[in-house]
């Protein structure tokens, strides 16, 4: 029989405990607890209307397509797809989503499902595999596909003065309406399917999708629950300020071309972005059906941007991971022994799975 000395043995495990150090650090989070006696207000010169949201009742031609049985027993897969309202990025201007439909009697809630678009589908891969596992079948999950970017980065780069850039930069703002009309569209779906329980829908979007998700949230009164991972307010400060490489490119090509400082470039952005910033629309959610997960270190969504959309939510129970836009992440991962996917499950779980009365998403008057 082979033995190790002691050494050996004392060496493996201090290995051991330094791996572990390394992989809870990925982890590491401030917890900031809802805020319930907190009442969110408007900005000053902001009315809050939503009415750009809103959009004509049309029918809707819809394909949904039985894929076959999903390796979780508890689901059919089918994927699912009919047109934009208007132009979304991705290709032919369709919403195409992978619908794990429960095989459970009865209404079951739904969790919708925003992606990064054009990014890593990992997070909301993932999130979508994992709620199905978690519940067994007690959630539906409607994965929505972002193949593409939201935004034409190409053509944004390709502005020759001020007032096309301007011009293009309207029409990628108004993409995110587009979306945020899609999600609606997406419930009006819902609600003509009888083993999808209506009064129980949520929202999950990452980064650019957590954008769209929080202002369909304020803009929907039939969601119920809405979480926001790695996102913010204020758009036309993250587009300003964040240190990734589609925004960098951008940022340099207009201080370069168009002879504009930092001070500039956001002063442009502004009024462009202002009917798709949330913050416009504080004091329309109830904080408690709402879980804001983001980056204490991001270098993407400055903490002024993250803070709006807190403030706008009400100060609802937050998670800040200590680390950067990406590598917080990691947190989703084996690397941090995947608590942000369980911290998202237990929310679930106690906001959609009880079968007792719940409250819209939207304020009530």
């Given at each position: 029989m082979l033995t190790m000395s002691?050494?050996?043995?004392?060496?493996?495990?201090?290995?051991?405990?330094?791996?572990?150090?390394?992989?809870?650090?990925?982890?590491?989070?401030?917890?900031?607890?809802?805020?319930?006696?907190?009442?969110?207000s408007p900005l000053v010169n902001s009315d809050g209307d939503v009415s750009i949201f809103v959009y004509p009742e049309q029918a809707q031609q819809v394909k949904l397509e039985a894929v076959g049985e999903d390796s979780n027993k508890h689901y059919r897969l089918h994927r699912l797809e009919f047109s934009s309202y208007g132009i979304n990025g991705q290709k032919d201007?369709?919403?195409?989503?992978?619908?794990?439909?429960?095989?459970?009697?009865?209404?079951?809630?739904?969790?919708?499902?925003?992606?990064?678009?054009?990014?890593y589908t990992y997070p909301s891969d993932e999130i979508s595999a994992g709620v199905a596992s978690h519940s067994d079948g007690g959630i539906h999950v409607l994965n929505v596909l972002g193949e593409q970017f939201m935004w034409d980065w190409e053509a944004l780069g390709q502005a020759s003065d001020p007032a096309q850039f301007r011009e293009l930069m309207a029409q990628q703002a108004e993409r995110i309406r587009v979306n945020v009309v899609d999600v609606s569209r997406i419930i009006d779906w819902a609600q003509s399917r009888p083993e999808i329980d209506t009064d129980r829908i949520a929202i999950i979007g990452f980064?650019?999708?957590?954008?769209?998700?929080?202002?369909?949230a304020v803009a929907e009164p039939r969601?119920?629950?809405?979480?926001?991972?790695?996102?913010?307010?204020n758009p036309h400060e993250l587009i300003a300020s964040c240190q990734l490489e589609r925004t960098d490119t951008i940022r340099n090509m207009v201080q370069q071309r168009f002879d504009w400082d930092l001070e500039r470039y956001r002063?442009?952005?502004?009024?462009?972005?202002?009917?798709?910033?949330?913050?416009?629309?504080?004091?329309?959610?109830?904080?408690?059906?709402?879980?804001?997960?983001?980056?204490?270190?991001d270098t993407c969504m400055p903490r002024s941007s993250r803070d709006a959309l807190w403030e706008a939510m009400g100060r609802p129970e937050r998670i800040s991971y200590e680390y950067d836009h990406k590598v917080s992440f990691l947190s989703m991962t084996p690397l941090g022994f995947y608590n942000m996917r369980h911290i998202i499950y237990d929310f679930?779980?106690?906001?959609l799975l009880p079968h007792t009365d719940t409250s819209s998403l939207l304020a009530k008057d």
């Open positions: 002691k050494p050996v043995i004392l060496f493996r495990r201090a290995l051991v405990c330094v791996m572990a150090l390394l992989l809870s650090a990925c982890a590491s989070y401030i917890h900031t607890p809802l805020e319930s006696q907190h009442n969110s201007n369709l919403i195409s989503a992978d619908f794990q439909m429960s095989k459970l009697p009865g209404k079951n809630p739904l969790l919708i499902v925003l992606p990064l678009y054009g990014s980064s650019h999708g957590a954008l769209v998700a929080s202002i369909a969601l119920n629950t809405g979480i926001f991972v790695m996102a913010g307010a002063e442009e952005l502004e009024p462009i972005f202002a009917p798709y910033n949330v913050a416009r629309y504080a004091g329309r959610v109830e904080p408690e059906n709402v879980l804001v997960i983001d980056s204490y270190y679930l779980d106690k906001q």
